[in-house]
């Protein structure tokens, strides 16, 4: 599976420590930046993540800043993007199994990187239930 992450700044030292576990376990990730701890804009990253999802050539997506929530708010922004800010393991099983999530949005403030990367590795397994496809499908409609 190719997965697009990107981080700002705040969130480079934990983006660099899951682009490991990801490669330790047979993902193909493509970092699109940021690469070092200088300051930059995070909706860059927002929308260069959401653009490959939704474009199709990443499967999903990871997006790291200080909270996740402004890669979050920005990836949404995107048109076929649906990006979830999840801190614990229920909220991200949840974005996939009822949200189809395809982008997965967390603060390097508020998470460690082994909780992060025990999340993650579930959250790019999970399918998606199809439980709630009428409401994907309004979500869609809002973006027309």
Not at 5 to 26: E, P
Not at 43 to 51: H, I, K, M, S, T
Not at 75 to 102: E, P, Q, W
Request: proline content about 1%; glycine content about 12%; aromatic content about 8%.
């Amino acid at each position: 599976m190719k997965i697009g992450i990107g981080c700002d700044a705040k969130g480079f030292r934990l983006k660099q420590k899951l682009i490991a576990l990801l490669n330790d376990n047979n993902y193909e990730v493509v970092d699109v930046g940021c690469y070092s701890l200088d300051r930059v804009d995070y909706p860059d990253f927002a929308r260069l993540v959401g653009e490959g999802v939704a474009k199709g050539n990443y499967a999903r997506g990871i997006l790291i800043c200080g909270t996740g929530q402004g890669m979050g708010i920005a990836a949404n922004k995107v048109k076929g993007v649906r990006a979830a800010v999840c801190y614990d393991m229920f909220t991200a099983i949840l974005s996939r199994d009822h949200n189809n999530a395809n982008v997965f949005c967390t603060g390097a403030w508020i998470i460690d990187h082994e909780k992060a990367g025990e999340i993650i590795l579930q959250w790019l397994e999970m399918g998606y239930s199809g439980v709630h496809e009428s409401k994907i499908d309004k979500i869609a409609a809002i973006e027309k």
